[in-house]
């Protein structure tokens, strides 16, 4: 069965400092990977989506960045915070290619990151 | 602004009693799903319903949609302390394939 993997679970880090978040996908291939930030009582805000390696989008402008060295492992990435960074970070993926339509998102447990 | 909005934003409830969330988006869909949230964790998916479907069962959930009023609901029946969570609808588009969220409900159940 496939499953996801997210970490850390949370993180305190102060402004100006860099940030990684990693996510792993584990029993599937090929899946689309997104990175979404959710502010408290909100929805979620996409910030990136990757249908495979190196393709990855953009939705929102701003100091953050995302790679995927691997098919199946989405980094999330900052090089300085920023106190407007604090969130809750999540990580999901769905089946790509020709399945990806009319797919669930899966979810990972999420970061709660703090900038202070 | 938001594609899909739950309403209410609040609901609390005796456990037994059955739970109503709305959803209503804006433009053409292709699917609408509902995921539940529990506090501090990942989402977990419920439920899917195609634009082409009316209604859609899950053990003790139940999915309407209605393509013409723009607006899906979700019914929770015989209530538990464990369905205390946010639950929060989808919508996917025709226009593109990225899914739009709702800001959720709130659903407390009181033992």
């Known amino acids: 069965s496939q499953t996801i993997h997210q970490w850390p679970a949370t993180l305190v880090q102060p402004v100006g400092s860099p940030l990684s978040l990693e996510c792993t996908v584990e029993?599937?291939?090929?899946?689309?990977l997104y990175w979404y930030r959710q502010a408290a009582g909100r929805g979620l805000q996409l910030l990136f989506y990757?249908?495979?390696?190196?393709?990855i989008s953009s939705e929102v402008p701003q100091n953050l960045s995302a790679s995927r060295p691997q098919d199946r492992q989405f980094i999330l990435s900052s090089k300085k915070l920023l106190l407007s960074d604090s969130g809750f970070y999540l990580c999901?993926?769905?089946?790509?290619?020709?399945?990806?339509?009319?797919?669930?998102?899966?979810f990972g447990n999420g970061t709660r990151l703090t900038v202070t | 602004s938001q594609q899909g909005e739950e309403d209410p934003q609040a609901l609390s409830i005796q456990e037994g009693e059955n739970a109503t969330m709305n959803c209503s988006y804006k433009t053409s869909i292709n699917n609408l799903q509902w995921y539940r949230q529990n506090s501090g964790r990942g989402l977990v998916h419920l439920i899917l319903i195609r634009s082409n479907e009316r209604e859609k069962h899950s053990g003790r959930l139940r999915v309407t949609l209605d393509t013409s009023k723009k607006s899906s609901s979700l019914l929770i029946t015989a209530s538990r302390a464990a369905d205390t969570a946010s639950y929060f609808c989808a919508t996917d588009a025709i226009s593109n394939y990225q899914l739009i969220w709702g800001a959720g409900t709130k659903l407390i159940i009181k033992p």
């Open positions: 999901a993926w769905s089946a790509g290619g020709r399945a990806s339509y009319n797919s669930p998102l899966h």
């Open positions: 029993g599937t291939s090929n899946p689309n």
């Open positions: 990757s249908i495979g390696i190196d393709q």
